[in-house]
């Protein structure tokens, strides 16, 4: 182990021009990690009811304070996807020093060991960057927190890194690579994420129809409960149709595509279905949360205002829903660059057959369409699916508190969409490069 860290650390300290882009981006996931672990821990150690002059009393109360150490703790799920895809491009990207090392007799699981550890070493200075910046916040903020939460504060920043090498492990697990400079894929995901969605929704749902039967202090949580089964049901479909959708697509366009960058996307599609499933995981669930706040955040303050409100009670109430809408925004941001990444990851990963493209005559435009199409193609489905469970649990709501249905939050698929477009079209420049005559010394 002490060696792999070492060849590691020469690996990334000697890492090309061209590299370094990854490395920036591997440590602002592990600056974004650190920060929202280490804004939970200062507000979970804040002690019973105290007057914290922000947020308009939301922070009072240990209750509010719950769910928003909450809200923090599951932004940390949209920055380990990302962390994962920027260790996929990396891998890839650095294919031929782990052809080297596997002609001089490293295993494939030495070789992704060694890429997991080289991960590491970027976010080790991410982590402590974003904690001497959140130090700066408390020494102008004027706060002094208990000694417990240094102990926290430490422990974050040391297991940012751990974790960031763990979750690139598990990125790449199904990475082999070869002596004869080749970096694959084998046993590809066949929709087993979403079936994993699905059993966590069928154990939401069976815990809070104990909670129903068995009445308690606890019944009030049944209620949400089912809608964060609703939540992770809808998004596992979802998961499950962006990739059943580009199989379906892949097959039944291949043979009858007249346009050629179709046929290339269709192509694509039909060799690995399941990529789009990875890439858009994290991006389907956020869609379902972010329309099913949209509508409630609409319900809600529709709500408010026909009631006889304080100022103050409405400021309390308007902060909350800030704050959520706030985490909504950075998860859907931190999964649009996750899908950037992804989409170069996906490039890297065919450079030579798309440098043997290019020297065949494709035209560049051609490349970008096809690569565009592969993203638009299978996402259109799954975020219509996405966009119709979050009308589910916004419906619901409203039927629940005798509001009215907006009709906004319907647009909030569309707009995801062309975000997607968007972030995958951040990729393209990267296509020429991948594309250079260069290339075709190593096909």
Not at 90 to 115: E, F, P, Q
Not at 155 to 176: E, G, K, Q, T
């Amino acid at each position: 182990m002490k060696a792999d860290i070492r060849i590691a650390w020469i690996l990334a300290r000697g890492s090309e021009r061209r590299e370094w882009w990854r490395i920036l981006l591997t440590a602002l996931g592990a600056v974004a990690a650190t920060g929202f672990a280490l804004g939970a821990v200062t507000i979970a150690a804040v002690p019973g009811q105290v007057s914290i002059p922000y947020g308009h009393g939301l922070l009072n109360r240990p209750g509010e304070r719950a769910g928003v150490v909450l809200a923090l703790l599951l932004l940390l799920i949209p920055v380990l996807g990302f962390l994962g895809q920027c260790a996929r491009i990396g891998a890839v990207h650095r294919h031929r020093r782990a052809a080297a090392m596997r002609l001089t007799g490293a295993s494939s699981a030495r070789v992704r060991r060694i890429a997991a550890a080289e991960s590491t070493f970027p976010s080790l200075p991410g982590a402590l960057a974003a904690f001497a910046v959140f130090a700066v916040l408390l020494a102008v903020t004027g706060y002094a927190p208990p000694p417990v939460a240094w102990v926290g504060f430490t422990a974050i920043v040391l297991a940012v890194p751990v974790a960031a090498a763990l979750v690139s492990v598990f990125a790449l697990r199904h990475v082999v690579a070869s002596p004869l400079d080749q970096m694959r894929r084998t046993g590809p995901d066949r929709g087993r994420r979403a079936v994993f969605g699905f059993l966590f929704a069928g154990v939401l749902i069976a815990v809070a129809g104990l909670l129903v039967l068995t009445p308690s202090s606890l019944s009030f949580v049944a209620f949400p409960l089912l809608v964060l089964a609703l939540v992770f049901v809808t998004g596992a479909g979802a998961i499950w149709t962006a990739g059943a959708s580009a199989s379906f697509l892949g097959r039944r366009l291949t043979p009858r595509a007249q346009h050629p960058a179709v046929l290339i996307a269709a192509s694509r599609l039909a060799q690995d279905p399941w990529a789009a499933a990875r890439t858009h995981a994290a991006l389907l669930l956020v869609t379902v949360v972010g329309v099913g706040f949209v509508g409630v955040r609409a319900v809600l303050l529709a709500d408010l205002h026909a009631k006889d409100h304080l100022a103050m009670d409405l400021r309390f109430y308007t902060a909350g829903i800030g704050v959520a809408g706030a985490a909504v925004l950075v998860a859907l941001a931190i999964s649009l660059c996750g899908l950037a990444v992804g989409t170069a990851e996906s490039l890297a990963t065919r450079r030579k057959g798309l440098a043997v493209q290019a020297a065949a005559g494709v035209p560049h435009a051609v490349l970008a369409r096809a690569a565009l199409l592969e993203t638009a193609l299978p996402l259109a489905p799954a975020l219509l699916l996405a966009g119709l469970g979050g009308t589910v649990v916004y419906v619901c709501y409203a039927g629940v508190v005798g509001g009215a249905v907006p009709l906004l939050p319907l647009l909030v698929p569309v707009g995801v969409y062309a975000a997607c477009l968007l972030a995958a079209a951040t990729s393209l420049p990267f296509l020429r490069r991948v594309t250079h005559p260069a290339e075709l010394r190593f096909t």
